[in-house]
C-alpha cells in the first residue's frame, strides 16, 4: 500500500552537510507524523527527529541545533538537513511514517523505509 525510500546519504567529512529526503507514495489519507531514526554499527536504533502534525518538532540532544526537519506534505515527503556532522553521526538513517491510509477502507499504520548510510569521516 505504501513505500517509503529515503536518499541522500554519503560520505562527508567532520563540520559537513548533508540533506536526507524521504519521500512516501501509495494510498496515503493523511500524515499523522514523520521523522528519522538512525541506528550506529552495534547501537540500537534511536529517534533523531519527529515531526507530528499539529504539534512541534523533536530533536535528540545529540542533534539539536544542528539537525533540521522539515515537511513538504503535497509531496508526503521529509527532510533532514544535517549540518556541523560529527563521526558520532555515522549510521543508517531510516525514515519513519505514521500514516492514514486507505488499506481496509481507513487504517492508521507505521511505515519503514529501507535506510541510506551516512558516514561522516576524515
Known amino acids: 500500500q505504501v513505500q517509503l525510500v529515503e536518499s541522500g546519504g554519503g560520505l562527508v567529512q567532520p563540520g559537513g552537510s548533508l540533506r536526507l529526503s524521504c519521500s512516501a507514495s501509495g494510498s496515503i489519507i493523511s500524515i499523522n507524523g514523520m521523522g528519522w531514526y538512525r541506528q550506529a554499527p552495534g547501537k540500537q536504533r534511536e529517534l533523531v527527529a519527529t515531526?507530528?502534525?499539529?504539534?512541534?518538532?523533536y530533536y535528540a540532544d545529540s542533534v539539536k541545533c544542528r539537525f533540521t526537519i522539515s515537511r513538504d506534505d503535497a509531496k508526503n515527503t521529509v527532510y533532514l538537513k544535517m549540518n556541523s556532522l560529527k563521526p558520532e553521526d555515522t549510521a543508517v538513517y531510516y525514515c519513519n511514517a505514521d500514516l492514514w491510509v486507505s488499506r481496509y477502507g481507513r487504517q492508521r499504520e507505521d511505515y519503514w523505509g529501507r535506510g541510506t548510510q551516512v558516514t561522516v569521516s576524515a
Open positions: 515531526m507530528p502534525s499539529g504539534s512541534t518538532p
